[in-house]
């Protein structure tokens, strides 16, 4: 028989709080037709986007994090030293060691936090849920940050016509802790690696250091190939997960996907079927794509509007890069 005496965590996990943070330039689509042949029409009918966030150069991966996380702490009305984990999304963080969320525990002001950070591209919020809700209840964290950031400006390449209009800087934050009941439903999650190269980096590091290319690192992608697996293959990961959940699209009141892409999220209510009861968070047409940051960014916003409100079933949904997903129902904070 074993001697390990067994975890104490919670029954059940659930979102207390939630914060965001937008850049304070605000960049039109005026602007990007300043690099690529094109026109505010196209891009607002392939995209939906009319404005995104460029981040300056104060506004750097921690600094908008943290200004997210303490908007989230505040809302679940915590205090920063009573976070025992930092886990942070990012794919924009340029520093290969040590992880970010390390600084930003220390800035917060936490006890010396676990923190660390992950890799997930656009499901990385969900990937980070996933673990936020394990660790509160094995027990070994009562409150976990989970932050999605991302400062896309730095991977954008102008001149690409297929994506120079499509990304935006920001950050966004929730407050993981203890429930007494399901807050939180199973998460189906996922990666298809053979389609990887749909959505990638353009060069690796190691040729921009060797000068075997001399053009700064972008992220690019083959559009109609994501826009099929995005609208096809997620609709049924959604619908993975509210089966997990046990309930139905009647049950739902607000459904917050990715903001990759206005077509992709109209295209992904329709094959579900939803009702249209459903609060849809179309945040992508003001914010644009923030990778991980996409979903607490549009989450953050419905509840401060008003659309959505405390206690609401909402279907959550990221995918991206890898190709890697992951969906979960939650009950807003």
């Not at 802790?177 to 807050?183: I, S």
Request: overall charge negative; hydrophobic content about 45%; charged content about 20%.
């Amino acid at each position: 028989m074993s001697k390990i005496r067994p975890s104490q965590g919670a029954p059940y996990a659930r979102i207390m709080g939630v914060g965001g943070y937008r850049p304070v330039r605000v960049v039109p689509n005026e602007v990007i037709l300043e690099t690529i042949d094109s026109s505010d029409e196209w891009i607002r009918s392939r995209s939906g986007i009319a404005t995104r966030h460029w981040a300056n150069e104060e506004e750097t991966v921690a600094a908008m994090s943290i200004e997210a996380s303490g908007k989230a702490i505040a809302d679940a009305g915590l205090t920063p030293e009573q976070i025992g984990a930092v886990v942070v999304s990012t794919v924009s963080h340029f520093h290969q060691t040590p992880a970010i969320a390390t600084e930003i525990a220390d800035k917060l002001g936490t006890k010396k936090a676990a923190a660390f950070d992950i890799s997930a591209g656009c499901a990385g919020f969900g990937y980070g849920l996933t673990l936020a809700k394990g660790m509160v209840v094995e027990g070994s964290a009562e409150y976990v940050l989970v932050i999605g950031v991302e400062r896309l400006s730095d991977l954008t390449d102008l001149e690409d016509r297929a994506t120079a209009f499509l990304f935006g800087d920001g950050a966004g934050a929730v407050v993981v802790g203890p429930a007494e009941e399901p807050r939180i439903g199973p998460t189906v999650w996922g990666s298809e690696g053979d389609k990887a190269g749909t959505i990638k980096q353009t060069v690796s590091w190691e040729e921009y250091r060797d000068g075997t290319v001399d053009r700064f690192p972008a992220i690019t992608q083959e559009g109609q190939a994501v826009f099929r697996w995005a609208v096809f293959e997620m609709a049924k990961v959604a619908q993975q997960a509210l089966d997990a959940a046990g309930i139905s699209v009647d049950d739902l009141d607000v459904f917050i996907p990715h903001q990759a892409n206005m077509r992709i999220i109209d295209s992904m209510v329709k094959t579900l079927k939803l009702p249209e009861h459903v609060t849809v968070a179309r945040d992508v047409e003001t914010t644009g794509n923030t990778s991980a940051a996409s979903i607490p960014l549009a989450m953050e916003r419905l509840l401060a509007t008003g659309e959505a409100k405390s206690g609401d079933t909402a279907l959550v949904i990221g995918f991206g890069a890898g190709l890697v997903y992951a969906a979960t129902v939650v009950t807003l904070p």
